[in-house]
């Protein structure tokens, strides 16, 4: 079995270099609290047109995929939309190291993710 904290950390990882949703960008667009509304409607079991309209500035065709996952699938990525949330407010728009602990996050996540498959052999 995976563990929860595995596929929470290679969601944000993938979330971070695969997709690009850099702590940057989530302080330039999603200011709002786009992330959280975000994490809300993924984890909302309603059906009504509220739940399913994306946040603020997100792509629609994106959000509606996120929304058909699989409910394990739409809590890992909730969660991992909750820790983007956390970097995003943790951060002034003036820090002058961000880029570094950007590259630092990215390490962190590949190490737990290591560990984790480390772990199962």
């Not at 969601?11 to 992330?35: A, F, M």
């Not at 079991?45 to 699989?70: E, Q, V």
């Not at 394990?72 to 970097?87: F, H, P, Q, S």
Request: glycine content about 4%.
């Amino acid at each position: 079995m995976t563990s929860s904290i595995y596929l929470v950390a290679k969601e944000r990882y993938e979330q971070l270099t695969k997709h690009g949703r850099t702590i940057s960008k989530d302080l330039l667009g999603n200011d709002g609290c786009q992330l959280r509304e975000g994490a809300l409607k993924l984890l909302s079991s309603g059906n009504n047109a509220t739940s399913h309209k994306p946040p603020l500035n997100w792509d629609p065709a994106i959000f509606r995929k996120m929304r058909n996952k699989k409910t394990i699938d739409r809590l890992v990525c909730a969660a991992a939309l909750l820790l983007a949330e956390i970097d995003r407010i943790s951060f002034d728009v003036r820090e002058c190291h961000l880029d570094k602990y950007e590259g630092y996050q990215k390490d962190e996540l590949e190490y737990l993710i290591y560990r984790e498959r480390e772990e199962k052999q």
